[in-house]
């Protein structure tokens, strides 16, 4: 597939991924370890017949490919042959569907999704209605009011105007602020499903974005962009601070929108650039490849001499010391990775 255009992702065999997509969204939205490897297995899979070139037309041929077992490899024959993956049906079933409605709730994962399931709910409504006797948290009935708002995308030019709205009422605080949109905006889709803001503060004249967030949330919901908070940073004086809330454009009839918030110290803004920007995915890639070299990739830095422990490498014995943050050049560099343009980072 071609990775540098994500609106068309159309592969030779994207007949196959498709059921195979399908089915490991079923998978994941079910409770089980089981399930959850199922889901984590056709995802390497998926991914594989992604970056294979040829049309798939034999079971030793798909059996062949590197993360396709013979499990996969028959359903894929299935799909060739019959158009059809009948194991999408059987996986089915009444409690995924319900689930995933209430997964849809912001601040409902899987297990609430399920215990809500068992107290009975099956719908919205009923979840609305507390069938059941069902517990619902303040976050999780905003979830609720403002659901398809919340599921729904939105265009580009939404998130450009409510971040134009944003700006100048942070850089009223401090000229010297650094404030931009990051996540899919940046990636340059045409719809977000949020908007990613991050802030930072060049530290040369010793001040810092510190003391900041509260005083631009205030201004937020005073200018009524803000409108619901989700999440608030436990202690505003901790250097990262991270807000999730609703906004939307101050006139009739705009939709709610997610907004994310995230003020990080301007020694960090490297790593947090190339978090923030992801996608997730392109991410998960970057860590595994400072993995692989021993170093150690998150929001607020590469850092090298980190040692892990035998038995479980995810374990980190200490925290090792930083070798880059400052940009996301760098840290592409020591990685040996090539430098890719945001719209290039997906998968
Ligand atoms: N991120 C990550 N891992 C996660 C969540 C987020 O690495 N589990 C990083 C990569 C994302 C960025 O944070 O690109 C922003 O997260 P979003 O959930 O807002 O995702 P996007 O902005 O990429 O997509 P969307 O348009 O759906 O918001
Ligand atoms: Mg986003
Ligand atoms: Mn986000």
Not at 27 to 36: E, F, I, M, V
Not at 123 to 139: M, Q
Not at 146 to 175: G, Q, T, V
Not at 228 to 245: I, M, V
Request: aromatic residues 8%; glycine residues 8%.
């Amino acid at each position: 597939c071609d990775k540098k255009e994500p609106q068309q992702r159309e592969c030779i065999n994207q007949d196959i991924i498709d059921k195979l997509q399908e089915l490991m969204e079923l998978h994941k939205a079910k409770p089980s370890d089981d399930d959850r490897w199922r889901a984590f297995s056709y995802g390497k899979c998926i991914r594989a017949l992604r970056n294979y070139p040829k049309k798939i037309t034999s079971f030793n041929q798909a059996r062949a490919i590197r993360g396709v077992g013979e499990k996969t490899a028959l359903k894929i024959m299935e799909i060739i042959e019959t158009g059809n993956l009948r194991r999408i049906a059987y996986e089915k079933t009444d409690d995924v569907e319900a689930t995933n409605i209430f997964q849809g709730i912001y601040g409902v994962g899987r297990s609430t999704a399920f215990m809500w399931y068992a107290s009975g709910c099956r719908t919205l409504d009923d979840i609305k209605a507390r069938k059941g006797g069902i517990k619902i948290s303040t976050v999780q009935e905003i979830g609720i009011r403002f659901y398809d708002d919340i599921n729904s995308r939105m265009p580009r030019s939404e998130a450009e105007k409510i971040f134009h709205l944003i700006k100048p009422i942070a850089l009223e605080f401090d000229p010297n602020l650094f404030i931009e949109i990051m996540g899919s905006f940046r990636r340059g889709k045409a719809d977000c499903g949020d908007i990613d803001i991050l802030i930072t503060r060049p530290n040369h004249d010793g001040k810092t974005h510190a003391g900041l967030l509260p005083e631009l949330l205030a201004a937020l919901h005073s200018a009524n962009i803000l409108t619901e908070d989700l999440s608030l940073p436990e202690d505003f004086s901790a250097l990262e601070l991270s807000y999730r809330g609703l906004c939307r454009l101050p006139e009739p009839g705009s939709r709610r929108r997610r907004i994310d918030i995230l003020c990080v110290p301007w020694e960090n803004r490297g790593a947090a650039l190339l978090y923030y920007t992801g996608d997730d995915i392109f991410n998960r890639a970057m860590r595994m490849k400072a993995n692989v070299l021993g170093y150690s990739l998150n929001q607020r830095g590469l850092y090298g001499g980190v040692v892990r422990d035998p038995r479980d490498r995810r374990v980190k014995v200490n925290e090792g010391n930083i070798v880059a943050s400052e940009t996301e050049e760098e840290i592409f560099k020591i990685l040996g990775v090539p430098w890719q343009e945001p719209h290039e980072r997906v998968r």
